[in-house]
Nanobody, 121 residues
Framework: QVQLVESGGGSVQAGGSLRLSCAAS????????MAWFRQAPGKEREWVAT??????????DYTDSVKGRFTISQDNAKNTVYLQMNSLAPEDTAMYYC????????????WGQGTQVTVSS
């Protein structure tokens, strides 16, 4: 059973920082990609960042609104992916979800339960 468990969410003031963690367990097959998504109340889920964990060698990609502020990284020894979030703004308020593609290039097959990030002005 694949499990992704997020942690690190919380409430911060604008301009503050948080680091989200996603601990993965139960992998039978390696994933090509790990990603962070977010969903604000009343809005659709939005992709935030991806790290290419397989042959991609740790390459990363970000949605434009977080470039220069967020950093996705991985610790292979701990099977953990991180999202360092700096210069947070109220519009970053959302539930943040970790996802793994489980070897698929067409979908993210595994999802965590989410961790809430709230940024106040």
């Amino acid at each position: 059973q694949v499990q992704l468990v997020e942690s690190g969410g919380g409430s911060v003031q604008a301009g503050g920082s948080l680091r989200l963690s996603c601990a993965a367990s139960g992998y039978r097959y390696s994933s090509n990609r790990m990603a962070w998504f977010r969903q604000a109340p009343g809005k659709e889920r939005e992709w935030v960042a991806t790290i290419f964990t397989g042959t991609g060698g740790g390459a990363t990609d970000y949605t434009d609104s977080v470039k220069g502020r967020f950093t996705i990284s991985q610790d292979n020894a701990k099977n953990t992916v991180y999202l360092q979030m700096n210069s947070l703004a109220p519009e970053d308020t959302a539930m943040y979800y970790c996802a793994a593609d489980g070897g698929s290039w067409s979908e993210y097959r595994y999802w965590g339960q989410g961790t809430q990030v709230t940024v106040s002005s």
